[in-house]
């Protein structure tokens, strides 16, 4: 065999061993999908809130609850896109999706964003609504980082960006809406477009 040979096959076994040990990349598509829900989340939630005849929300009030589905709603599809679009891709790639590197990969990305959840509720209960927005960003960002060992791809990267806007916006709670409308709407658009951009080539 030739040094040619050697190293294709040192290239194919790499890859092998890669994809053995970590996750298949997240479609780019299940991406935009996600930004999309987000932006129609966002003007749900806005319409809401100019209709509602003041500029601020109360905790146990129908706008608020409102609101709370809205999020699960969007929560929800974009989860159900992720699992259809990338469950789709891993067959037609021929790999196994559900196995234990799925698990690791689920606990890795779930624990800090059910902890980020469950912190956030609490201080809604206390009537502290300012860093809301800015919590969600970061809390989702660093799962998205925690996660990203156990993918093929850059979500760490978006992740990082995640935390970054939260940070902004614990800096500058005034504009929290339109941050979050950045970081999951706009953000998961552009990475999605780049990741797709990236698998078809």
């Not at 479609?27 to 209709?51: E, H």
């Not at 206390?126 to 809390?139: C, D, N, P, S």
């Amino acid at each position: 065999m030739s040094e040619q040979d050697y190293l294709k096959d040192i290239s194919e076994i790499k890859n092998l061993m890669n994809r053995s040990s970590r996750f298949i990349s997240l479609s780019g598509l299940a991406g935009i999908f996600a930004g999309i829900y987000a932006l129609i989340g966002a003007a749900i939630a806005y319409y809401l809130v100019v209709n509602s005849g003041r500029d601020y929300l109360i905790l146990d009030g129908h706008i608020f609850r409102m609101i709370l589905l809205d999020l699960a709603l969007v929560a929800l599809c974009s989860i159900v896109t992720a699992i259809f679009i990338t469950t789709r891709k891993a067959k037609e790639d021929q790999v196994k999706i559900w196995d234990e590197t799925t698990r690791k990969l689920l606990m890795s990305f779930l624990v800090p964003l059910i902890t980020g959840g469950i912190y956030i509720l609490i201080i809604l209960n206390q009537q502290k609504y300012g860093q809301t927005g800015a919590l969600m960003l970061i809390f989702y960002g660093l799962a998205l980082v925690n996660a990203s060992k156990f993918t093929i791809g850059n979500i760490k990267y978006l992740g990082y960006i995640e935390i970054a806007l939260g940070l902004v916006c614990a800096l500058l709670p005034g504009y929290g809406f339109w941050i979050w409308v950045l970081g999951f709407g706009v953000m998961h658009i552009i990475y999605g477009s780049f990741m797709l951009i990236k698998e078809k080539r």
